[in-house]
């Protein structure tokens, strides 16, 4: 059953990267593409942390924030390749996830909510702040990432859309087959097992702070890949990347597809990227519409869209 | 007999808000024997287990396992070094299946790295088979073979509690602590879960049991250990406890009378 949720999620998956530009009026729809991959990469990171460790974030933009930033200054400031500083966003998006969690976690309760969302604000303020370095609100340029280039050298010759699409996918790919290993393996098994009963878990030998923060790392490390990506493929970058608002949307992208599921969540993610690009009144009322979202499915819908159906369809849970 | 106990607690005690839930209690459990620990509800039982298995912190006192002192340390590694228990109120991992939940025991055994699981590399699904190969035997020894695959939220109560004794036996436990194992159960159930005990007692492991089914009690103890009120009122053989006057007055009248 395990292994079929996984292949049937990396399958559909790498159908729907495959095939969807077939059917793609225009060459507009790569970019909206590319953004839904990179927005389902974070969310598969709120999956990791929410969904199977039953922990809250309300600050993993700032992570993305870090990923973003560490491609705009590291190939500027240090001479480090774009594609380099993409591993070393991560990093530093670990280490700090790592020195934010570690006290946090040992409590119980949702204080990593709360700590995450000082963190946030504090990463979106230096961003906004520092402006000798970041040059502040307005944004700053990002280095291009090249690998285009050597494609092309290489023969294959990709429109700046097709490749971020592509490459986006690619990524996106690889981040649900490491987030369905996790989930099957000994270490997935146990972060389910201390959603199911903390107190169970412990009994069990389960050292159940140290699982929450090595969860809280590692959905750092997509988010911060998803950063570098926006970045990336924009070549600009601004600290709205890291504000609340983000953080908010990935939550409510995760929640709204089904939180305990890698395909729920890029079915989120999905959504609530078009939606802005369908209805233009939607970036009016983004706000509104993420809390009605929210709001709707906790109602409606407790364990996101994707679950409920497959539930409906199955007629028993997953 | 003069083996060492595996477990010993030396005057056990906590206090929640004014109340003496537990008071100055100690005993020994040694490898292969059955000690019951009875009383009246309220008595302490299920709050000293906790303490026992580290999710409480006692108050005072000292626990000892295999004459090691290990008052207060987390469960986890309470769990690492051989406590294990089962709960009155089930603590099952609802949504994993039967098998899962055992496996989960072996929990110890089968974490290696967490990049060798993010990339799905062979040492963890090594591990892996090798935790399932276990799980399975445990089941088949629990008669749960059969519901290997099942949702373990879809079991009934008696099946629960005999998954519970196979997860707590999946980490191989040097003292087990069974908390009202038999609660809820059928005639036929009981029977079956007061044979397992007997077993796992006979491979050498030291069992404390808490269990209102005073037959049973009285059949697979080697000691008994009488709670009221938090303290011990009396201890000894099942012969000699039953005959005490104070345990009749505070808890075998009480249940005889109750019918
Ligand atoms: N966490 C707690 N906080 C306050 N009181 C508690 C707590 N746990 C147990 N108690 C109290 O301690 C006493 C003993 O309870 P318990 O150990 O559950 O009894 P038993 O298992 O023998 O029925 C009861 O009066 C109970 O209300
Ligand atoms: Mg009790």
């Not at chain 1, 989930?183 to 030998?205: I, M, N, Q, Y």
Request: proline fraction near 4%; hydrophobic fraction near 50%; aromatic fraction near 6%.
């Amino acid at each position: 059953m395990n292994l079929s949720t996984k292949t049937a999620t990396l399958l559909g998956l790498a159908a729907l990267v495959a095939l969807a530009p077939l059917f793609f009026p225009s060459g507009f729809y790569y970019r909206v593409g590319a953004l839904i991959f990179v927005n389902g990469l974070a969310v598969t990171g709120i999956v990791i942390l929410t969904g199977w460790a039953g922990q809250i974030s309300l600050g993993h933009a700032g992570f993305a924030g870090i990923g973003a930033y560490a491609c705009a200054l590291a190939p500027v400031h240090w001479g480090i390749h774009p594609g380099l500083a993409i591993f070393l966003g991560a990093a530093v998006s670990a280490l700090l996830a790592f020195l934010v969690g570690r006290p946090i976690l040992r409590l119980k309760g949702y204080y990593l909510a709360v700590a995450s969302l000082g963190m946030g604000i504090l990463i979106s303020m230096v961003l906004n702040n520092e402006r000798d370095l970041t040059r502040g609100p307005d944004g700053i340029d990002v280095p291009e990432l090249g690998l285009r280039a050597v494609l092309k050298t290489a023969g294959l010759d990709l429109t700046n859309g097709q490749f971020w699409y592509f490459f986006c996918g690619l990524i996106l790919l690889l981040g649900a087959w490491i987030a369905l290993n996790l989930h099957d393996s000994p270490t997935g098994r146990a972060l389910r097992a201390l959603h199911g009963s903390e107190v169970a878990a412990r009994t069990v030998g389960i050292d159940v702070p140290r699982l929450k923060l090595q969860a809280f790392v590692i959905s750092a490390v997509y988010a911060s890949v998803s950063g570098s990506l926006l970045a990336l493929q924009n070549k600009f970058i601004t600290p709205d990347v890291a504000g609340f608002m983000h953080s908010v949307e990935m939550v409510t992208m995760a929640v709204l597809g089904g939180v305990g599921s890698v395909a729920g969540a890029i079915f989120g993610a999905a959504v609530l990227t078009l939606l802005p690009q369908v209805l233009t009144v939607f970036a009016e009322y983004e706000q509104l519409v993420l809390g009605l979202v929210m709001v709707l499915v906790m109602i409606f819908l407790r364990e996101g869209v994707v679950p409920s159906i497959l539930r409906k369809i199955r007629g028993t849970g997953e | 007999m003069t083996t060492t106990p595996l477990l010993a607690l030396e005057g056990l005690g906590i206090t929640f808000g004014g109340l003496k839930a537990v008071n100055d209690v100690s005993f020994t459990v040694k490898p292969g024997e059955i000690v019951s620990v009875i009383g009246p509800n309220g008595a302490g039982k299920t709050t000293l287990f906790n303490m026992i298995s580290g999710i409480y912190t006692p108050g005072a006192g000292k626990v000892r396992l295999a004459g090691e002192d290990v008052t207060a340390l987390s469960p986890h590694l309470l769990a690492r070094r051989g406590m294990c228990r089962t709960f009155q109120n089930l603590q099952v991992f609802q949504t994993m299946t039967v098998l899962e939940n055992v496996i989960s025991g072996y929990h110890l055994q089968e974490s290696g790295s967490v990049l060798a699981d993010l990339l799905n590399l062979p040492a963890s699904r090594r591990r892996a088979k090798q935790a399932e190969e276990g799980a399975r035997a445990l089941l088949k020894r629990v008669g749960l073979d059969r519901a290997a695959e099942r949702e373990a939220g879809s079991l009934s109560y008696g099946s629960l509690k005999r998954l519970e004794i196979a997860r707590a036996m999946a980490l191989s436990p040097k003292v087990l602590l069974l908390d009202e194992p038999a609660a809820g159960c059928n005639a036929v159930e009981t029977e079956e879960i007061d044979h397992l005990i007997a077993e796992i007692a006979a491979s050498g492991v030291a069992i404390l049991l808490v269990e209102h089914d005073m037959k049973m009690v009285m059949r697979i103890s080697n000691h008994i250990v009488v709670l009221d009120h938090g303290e011990k009122i009396a201890e000894g053989d099942p012969a000699t406890v039953s005959q005490n006057p104070a345990v009749i007055a505070a808890y075998l009248g009480a249940e005889n009378a109750a019918g």
